[in-house]
Each structure stands twice: as structure tokens, then as C-alpha cells.
């Protein structure tokens, strides 16, 4: 077309051609699906940007486990989603699918475990309660590896011990498990510090040997002078000192635990990781001396044994210096009678202060025996005692009895006798059997004849005297009570006469002024006569006047 003049006469603008692109000829109608196309290629972008790898993971059993549901958490955080559960080829086990966040793709190395966590009680307690609502889920534990693997194993028993834990391993020998299990608390000083979290039967069947760790910073107070000892339920222990028990907690009465201790002494250098230990079966047995030097010595009683066992403490002066290992029976047919050899050991490191000059090897040998046949030569005998009323127990003690007759030992004899003597107990039944027999020849069947007569004679001797009560209260009492009438009248009689208004009694003043008037006149008379004696033969001389 061509272009008009500028002045064309036209009351019309002039049009302007211009050139239109294929965007502005779309429709608009087609911008929302673009939009869509764009979003969804976003996100599956993102998707697959964030898609983390593909595991699977063996169980036992699914239950619990959905897909789409069931999801897997490190640290309380959720890292992965079950896509898919199904049965193995051998139908042995179920194989789980699990798809994980692309945050965990380094977490799925090697050592890496996993485990349902569902509600559970156990020893170490009660754990999984808050899946009762929200369901089981997979619980992971990430390993230090850096091999990186797409399958695993999954645990059946979730693991009490967990990655990026501090503390330290130890290993613990035992004669039997008790009622230890995983989880089983450690304690010291009552307090809980660690858990049992392994344990395995030795090859040869004679222990087993259990795996415990104990927390940081705790663990740092087991030294290589550490004992460790069961402290389940409660620690009851019955010997001749007596009743004793002792306990750490109250879970540990239920449920059982491990406890350990240095017993008093000063924290040194901390044991190194997988130190090995013995696993005693009590407190007393963890502490009991690691004795490096042990004689055994037999000791033959012929008396009661009973309330003696195996353990029973050997005692010389107030202080354990061994204890018994065996007791056993022997028939002498020479002297036919029955004995009772009890075997026991002896510790000479705890008598060391009887012997400081004797060294070492067979010098120190010498030097004890020499000391003991000493102690024999001087009385020294073991002797049944009981330790406690209560409970009947007994112990061996080494005690001198000087009096005794001299003995000696036999060292050549394997293992060498210490003489015994009766003991307290036997003693006392001695000294009873010998008052029974003191009785037995009390005549007693005569002594009660004699007295069944006494009582007879007795018994008549009492009739005769009621019988004279009866006639003293019947014939002679109203002649008694006449008499005291009598008397009794006969003494107001004289009460009467000898009042002092009473004519009796006037005379007899009357009568002693009499006497009183002829005494005056003997006096004078006897004055007279003292001054004129010769008036007895010549009569009285009147006297001239003066």
C-alpha cells in the first residue's frame, strides 16, 4: 500500500502498520495450562532434586508397618517413608522398601542400623508408649562407616546403646547371666550410669561374658582396681555373722542390675576402653582378697558338724584368716568310729605380722611352718563355735587351750592335720549328758513313796489337830471365859480397895503414922543408949540439972 501525503485533504489520521508476534496472537485462555506445565516441571524437578536413595530393610515381622504410613526417624526426626512392604522369596522374613529424604543419603553406610520402635517393656524400663497413638515407626542409628549400602538387617530388639554417645565399653566375665538382659542398669554409688547392652556364652560353656557401658563423665571412675558384682533383686546373705542384705534400688529388686565400686580407695588412673572384669556374685565375694598365697590344712572332728558349710570362715583371734572348702565323711575301721574331715585353706599374707622375717619362697615356707608347729606345741586347736544364735551357723576357730596334752604336726603329710578339740557346742552337750546321767540314778520312784507316806502322816497329823481345835472351842472356852469374868471381877475389886478415898486406905495411913511414931521412938531409945550404954544393966539415970 502506499503511503498518503501528509496533507491529503483526510480528516483521518494516517494508520500505522505494525508487526505482531506469535505470543500476542496466543490466546490468553492458554496461559493457565502453561502455568501448570511450568509448576508441575518445577516440582517434579524439586522432586527429584530432593529424592534421597531406595533401602531395604529385612524384618522378622511387619507388624506395625503400613506403607505410606510408617515412617523412619533419626533423633525424633523424620528422614525417610515405607514405600513398600513385602514377603521374601523363602517367606522367612519381610522385606521393607524405604524411600529417604536426600539429607540422609550419607546416613545409609555399613554399620548403620535399624529397628521397630513399638510399645515394649523390658528391663531397662518401658519405652515406645507414644506410638500407641501415632503408630510404630523405624528408629535409625546412623554408624560411623563411610561405606555406603542400600540393605540392612533391621535389629528385632531395639539397641540400648546408640551412636555419638559418650562413655566407654567394658567387659564383664560371670560364672551365669542371673537375671541380667539387655538394658539392665549399672550403678555406683546407687547411682544408675550405664546399661548391660551385650552379652554372649563363651565357647568352651564355662561363663559367659557380658558387654556394659558406662556414661561419661562416670566412667571415668572405673580404674583397674574396680570391682563390679550382681546387684539384683536382694543381696541375702545367711553366715555366721549373722543375717545381711543389701540392695541398690528398687528397680533393681524387680528387675536386677550391675553394680561396681572401688571400695574406699582413691580415684587413680581410669581403666582403658574394653577393660576386662570379673562379675562377682555379691558385694562381699567382689571385695573379697585376691589371695596369692593359700595352704591347705585338714582338720578331723569327731562331733556334730552340723551348721558348718563350705565358705564358713576360718577365725584365729577375732581375725578371718582362711575358710572352709569341703567337708567330708570317714569311717576309721581301727578305732571303728566316724569322722568328719573338714578341708580348709589359710591365707599366711594375712598373718604376715606373725612371720615378718621370713621373705619369700621356700625361706618363708620354713619360717611359717616352723611358727605353726610353735602354736601347736603351745595348744593351738581348731574348734567348732557357732557365729550367731540366729541362724545356727558355725565357723572354725584357732584358739590355744595350754592345758591340753602337747601334739604336733605331721608336714610330710599332704595336706598337714591341725589337732582339734571339743567345741563350745559339744561342751555344752557333754556337761548336759553328764547331769542326765547324774539324774537318771536319783531314786525318784522311792523318793515319791517316801513322800506319798509323808503327806499321808501329814494329812492325819492335821485331822488330829482340827479335831482338838473342835474340842478346845467346845469345852474348855466357856470355862476360859469364866475364869477371865472371875478375874476381871476380882482385879475392879481391887481397883475399888485401893482408891484413895477408901477406908482401906485410911487405916493404912492410920497404920503408918503408927509405924512412923514407933520408929521415932526405937531412934531415940537407940540414941540413948549410945550415949549411956551401961543403962542396959543399971536402968536409965535421970540426969542432974544443970
Excluded: C
Excluded at 490466546?27 to 529424592?51: D, F, M, N, S
Excluded at 534400688?249 to 565400686?261: E, N, R, Y
Excluded at 520408929?519 to 543399971?538: G, I, K, N, T
Amino acid at each position: 500500500m502506499a503511503d498518503l501525503p501528509e496533507n491529503s485533504g483526510s480528516d483521518f489520521p494516517a494508520a500505522q502498520v505494525r508487526q505482531t508476534t506469535f505470543w500476542q496472537r496466543l490466546p490468553l485462555v492458554w496461559l493457565i495450562p502453561l502455568i501448570a506445565l511450568l509448576a508441575g516441571g518445577w516440582l517434579a524437578l524439586k522432586a527429584l532434586r530432593e529424592q534421597g536413595p531406595v533401602v531395604t530393610i529385612s524384618f522378622q515381622s511387619a507388624e506395625g508397618l503400613e506403607p505410606g504410613k510408617t515412617k523412619l526417624k533419626f533423633k525424633e526426626l523424620d528422614i525417610g517413608l515405607v514405600k513398600k512392604v513385602s514377603l521374601a522369596d523363602d517367606r522367612s522374613h519381610v522385606v521393607v522398601t524405604a524411600e529417604m529424604s536426600r539429607s540422609a543419603a550419607d546416613m545409609m553406610v555399613d554399620d548403620t542400623r535399624f529397628w521397630v520402635v513399638r510399645p515394649r517393656v523390658a528391663n531397662g524400663g518401658v519405652s515406645g508408649l507414644d506410638t500407641l497413638l501415632s503408630g510404630a515407626y523405624i528408629g535409625v542409628d546412623v554408624g560411623s562407616s563411610t561405606k555406603a549400602r542400600d540393605s540392612f538387617a533391621g535389629l528385632e530388639v531395639p539397641p540400648v546403646l546408640t551412636a555419638h554417645r559418650e562413655g566407654r565399653l567394658f567387659s564383664l566375665r560371670a560364672r551365669d547371666l542371673g537375671s541380667l538382659s539387655y538394658g539392665t542398669p549399672v550403678y555406683f554409688r546407687r547411682i544408675e550410669v550405664g546399661e548391660l547392652v551385650a552379652y554372649q556364652l563363651d565357647r568352651d560353656g564355662s561363663g559367659i561374658t557380658a558387654q556394659v557401658f558406662v556414661h561419661a563423665p562416670y566412667d571415668q571412675y572405673v580404674t583397674p582396681e574396680t570391682r563390679f558384682w550382681h546387684a539384683s533383686g536382694l543381696d541375702i546373705s545367711v553366715d555366721a555373722a549373722g543375717v545381711k542384705m543389701h540392695t541398690q534400688s528398687l528397680s533393681s529388686v524387680l528387675l536386677g542390675g550391675i553394680a561396681f565400686g572401688n571400695g574406699g580407695k582413691p580415684v587413680a588412673q581410669a581403666a582403658p576402653d574394653n577393660a576386662s572384669f570379673l562379675l562377682a556374685d555379691s558385694r562381699e565375694e567382689a571385695f573379697k582378697p585376691d589371695e596369692s598365697v593359700i595352704e591347705e590344712f585338714e582338720i578331723v572332728f569327731n562331733e556334730s558338724v552340723r551348721g558348718l558349710k563350705p565358705g564358713a570362715e576360718v577365725n584365729f583371734r577375732g581375725v578371718a584368716v582362711g575358710e572352709v572348702v569341703s567337708i567330708d565323711m570317714r569311717y576309721d575301721r581301727k578305732r571303728r568310729s566316724l569322722n568328719v574331715p573338714v578341708l580348709i585353706q589359710l591365707y599366711p599374707e594375712r598373718m604376715r605380722s606373725l612371720w615378718p622375717e621370713g621373705g619369700s619362697g621356700p625361706q618363708a615356707i620354713q619360717v611359717r611352718h616352723r611358727v605353726f608347729s610353735e602354736f601347736v606345741e603351745s595348744g593351738l586347736r581348731a574348734q567348732l563355735r557357732t557365729g550367731s544364735l540366729l541362724t545356727g551357723q558355725l565357723y572354725v576357730a584357732l584358739e590355744f587351750f595350754p592345758k591340753l596334752p602337747r601334739q604336733s604336726i605331721d608336714w610330710a603329710r599332704v595336706p598337714p592335720t591341725l589337732p582339734t578339740t571339743h567345741g563350745d557346742l559339744q561342751a555344752l552337750q557333754d556337761t548336759l549328758a553328764s547331769i542326765a546321767a547324774k539324774l537318771d540314778k536319783i531314786p525318784f520312784e522311792q523318793i515319791s513313796a517316801d513322800l506319798h507316806k509323808a503327806l499321808q502322816s501329814l494329812d492325819k497329823t492335821l485331822k488330829d489337830a482340827d479335831a482338838l481345835v473342835g474340842r478346845l472351842d467346845g469345852e474348855i472356852a466357856p470355862e476360859i471365859k469364866a475364869t477371865l469374868a472371875a478375874a476381871r471381877q476380882t482385879f475392879a475389886t481391887a481397883e475399888q480397895t485401893m482408891a484413895n478415898q477408901s477406908p482401906l486406905q485410911q487405916e493404912l495411913q492410920g497404920s503408918l503414922r503408927e509405924v512412923s511414931r514407933a520408929a521415932q521412938s526405937v531412934r531415940e531409945v537407940m540414941d540413948y543408949l549410945d550415949r549411956h550404954p551401961e543403962a542396959l544393966l543399971r536402968g536409965k539415970i535421970e540426969e542432974k540439972a544443970q
